[in-house]
């Protein structure tokens, strides 16, 4: 049970980072977050936001808590204190007369489909076929007609380079091919943000640049605001306009990604990108 504390940014020990935009709200905006898995406490008050449009991308040593930030997104992990906002809506939980309250499962879900994610391990519906898999959530999420799931889900298929799949099980395709469906899945919602866990690290090095091709594509023809985290730096520095450097659940540099990556203010991001680039 989360125990949420209202947000007060003049008490807040956590570390900051705004990539708002003067105008408007932020897509997404994280105030206090905490999360805790047993003692282990992942972000400790962790403030931060993503303007509209905005591609962030977070990098930092394994286990420092960018996964737990994009699941805390899908609502697959719940908060222990703190708020997320999308686009200015409280996520879970909402101050209501003097108390926090639950925010009900039906309004909850309303936020959620604002958002997609595309996973490293593609989370296909292995026994859909390609097609079914996409026009599976618009039908029965979105309430949309069968006829229209499809004709969107056609014109996804042809933008990811997979029309000629359109009726093949999704245990009969390549991981580099999965991704690429699970791309258009998470599309066919028409989401506001676009999560992206290491969508490259389950595949082959030779079909890598396919799928992020197909990511470049849409980062360059969309304005969907996109949070990602990935260990393919020269993507990072290609796709995004912002690069949050975690660790220990905490933002010890941000920065864009030009300077992030060629010349870092902060020892510990000098360390990590020595390591990894
Ligand atoms: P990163 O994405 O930066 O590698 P994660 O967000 O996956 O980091 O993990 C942050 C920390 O949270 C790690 O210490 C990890 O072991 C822990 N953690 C993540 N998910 C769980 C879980 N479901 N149960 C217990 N601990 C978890």
């Not at 042809?158 to 258009?184: H, N, P, Y």
């Not at 393919?232 to 659940?249: K, Y």
Request: proline share 5%; net charge negative.
């Amino acid at each position: 049970m989360p125990d949420p504390v209202p947000p007060d940014p003049t008490t807040s020990r956590g570390s900051h980072a705004m990539t708002t935009t003067s105008n408007g709200t932020p897509a997404i905006e994280f105030r206090d977050v905490v999360k805790r898995f047993g003692d282990n406490v992942v972000l400790d008050k962790l403030n931060f936001s993503v303007a509209k449009g905005d591609r962030v991308t977070l990098i930092g040593p394994s286990g420092s808590g960018k996964t737990t930030i994009l699941r805390l997104l899908m609502t697959l992990e719940e908060a222990n204190g703190g708020l997320i906002l999308i686009d200015g809506d409280p996520y879970t939980h909402e101050y209501k007369g003097d108390r926090w309250v639950e925010i009900p499962e039906k309004r909850r879900r309303v936020v959620r489909n604002r958002v997609g994610m595309v996973f490293q391990q593609f989370n296909l519906f292995p026994n859909m076929s390609v097609l079914e898999n996409i026009i599976e959530a618009p039908v029965h999420v979105l309430g949309l007609s069968k006829k229209d799931a499809v004709e969107r889900a056609e014109q996804l298929l042809e933008q990811v380079g997979m029309s000629d799949k359109r009726d093949a099980r999704c245990t009969q395709l390549s991981g580099g091919q999965q991704q690429r469906v699970a791309i258009a899945r998470a599309l066919a919602m028409d989401p506001e943000i676009l999560l992206l866990d290491e969508v490259t690290s389950a595949l082959d090095p030779e079909i890598v640049a396919d799928v992020l091709g197909v990511l470049r594509e849409i980062a360059r023809t969309t304005d969907i605001t996109m949070l990602l985290v990935t260990h393919e730096m020269q993507f990072a520095r290609e796709v995004s306009n912002r690069v949050l450097m975690f660790d220990h659940g905490q933002i010890v540099e941000e920065a864009d990604p030009e300077t992030m990556f060629t010349n870092p203010s902060h020892e510990r991001t000098q360390e990590f990108l020595k390591a990894v680039l």
